[in-house]
Structure formats: C-alpha cells, structure tokens
T-cell receptor, first 114, second 112 residues
Framework: ETGVTQSPTHLIKTRGQQVTLRCSSQ?????VSWYQQALGQGPQFIFQ???????GRGNFPPRFSGLQFPNYSSELNVNALELDDSALYLC?????????????FGPGTRLTVL | GEDVEQSLFLSVREGDSSVINCTYT??????LYWYKQEPGAGLQLLTY?????DMKQDQRLTVLLNKKDKHLSLRIADTQTGDSAIYFC????????????FGGGTRLMVKP
C-alpha cells in the first residue's frame, strides 16, 4: 500500500509568483486536507476536499485555492506569493470508512519565498 | 474557540519515561491525537483517543485524558534515542468537519 506522496519536495519562488503543489492520497482514501506549517510551529489547517469539493476551510485568504481530482489526488495553488508563505506544506488523506478522522500525512513540500 | 497548547521542550535520559502534556479549550472535541515529527519529515500518527475515554495504552505509549480539565498527556515508557522528535497533540471537533487543530509541538530530547 502506497502512502501519501507530495511533489515537489522543495521549491523556491519569488514574491508575487504563483505555485502549485501536488499530493497523491493513500490508496482507499477519498478525503484530502492541506496544512501549512511555519518554522517552529504546529500545522495550520488550510482546507479539505471531499469528492472533488471543498469541505471546510481554515483562516487563509482566497489566494490559497485547491482542487481534487477523480482519482482523489489534489493540488494546492497559491497566487501572489508573499514572504510569509514560506513554510512546509503538508497534505493528509483520510480513508473512505474512517470513523476516527485519522489523517495520514505526506512528507511535505518545503516552499521558500524570496 | 480552539486553542491547543503544549510545553516547548522536554529532556529525558534513555530508559526513563517521558510525559508530554497538552491542554485544549474546546469541550466539543471528539478525538484527540498524538503525532510525531522527525527533522525534515512529515507527521506520523502515533495514537488517538476518543473523548469519552480516560486512557488508552498502545505498547510503550499511554494516553491519558482528563476531560474536566481539558488535559491530555502522552507517556512514553523506556524512552529511546530514536524517540527524539517533536510531538504534536491535535484535536478534531465534531462541528468543524475533519479539521485538526494542532498545538505548537513539544521537542523531546533523549540523552544516552
């Protein structure tokens, strides 16, 4: 069984640019959540996708957007990058029959905005 | 509101027990989780407890939940150097979908 994978592992962008991060969920998982983890802090919830629709959103501006595809993989898009967007972006997937809201995390994409 | 707090740092000797503490504020939490993060890596789910339970044991890990005080702890028995990592507690709230709210993490250092 393949776990959650994310690409790329590292990325460097400049202010004002746009970025797309990708996530493949674990086999059998239909829900994907995205989190931002700034250096030295805990992860903060960005949003969640279920059946290709947004199913909850944290306190992030609209320039953070996402997609989920029929195969349950997902993208996180960030427009007009700011320096404070530099962080580790984590994707987590949850199983179809999950009763405990267990979320399984990928290794993350480290984004640096210069 | 939602707020999860943890102490920043814990240092123990190899073979001792470690106890990592967490407090949360939202009484409607349904599940509480402990995750481990090693340097440069994602989060590994260690264990979780349902809010109507007081204790859960899983090999070297014991989770205690005091719902009245909104206090959660993770005890690691016979702590090993490989346990050195950052530990996060997180809560899931029934009326907030599947969002997890994390604490700031506790860095556990295990000295040989």
């Amino acid at each position: 069984e393949t776990g959650v994978t994310q690409s790329p592992t590292h990325l460097i962008k400049t202010r004002g640019q746009q970025v797309t991060l990708r996530c493949s969920s674990q086999s059998g998982h239909n829900t994907v959540s995205w989190y931002q983890q700034a250096l030295g802090q805990g992860p903060q919830f960005i949003f969640q996708y279920y059946r290709e629709e947004e199913n909850g959103r944290g306190n992030f501006p609209p320039r953070f957007s996402g997609l989920q595809f029929p195969n349950y993989s997902s993208e996180l898009n960030v427009n007009a990058l700011e320096l404070d967007d530099s962080a580790l972006y984590l994707c987590a997937s949850s199983p179809v029959t999950g009763k405990n809201n267990e979320q399984f995390f990928g290794p993350g994409t480290r984004l640096t905005v210069l | 509101g939602e707020d999860v707090e943890q102490s920043l740092f814990l240092s123990v000797r190899e073979g001792d027990s470690s106890v990592i503490n967490c407090t949360y504020t939202d009484s409607s939490s349904t599940y509480l989780y402990w995750y481990k993060q090693e340097p440069g890596a994602g989060l590994q789910l260690l264990t979780y407890i349902f809010s109507n339970m007081d204790m859960k044991q899983d090999q070297r890990l014991t989770v205690l939940l005091n719902k009245k005080d909104k206090h959660l702890s993770l005890r690691i028995a016979d702590t090993q150097t490989g346990d050195s990592a950052i530990y996060f507690c997180a809560e899931s709230i029934s009326n907030a979908g599947n969002m997890l709210t994390f604490g700031g993490g506790t860095r556990l250092m295990v000295k040989p």
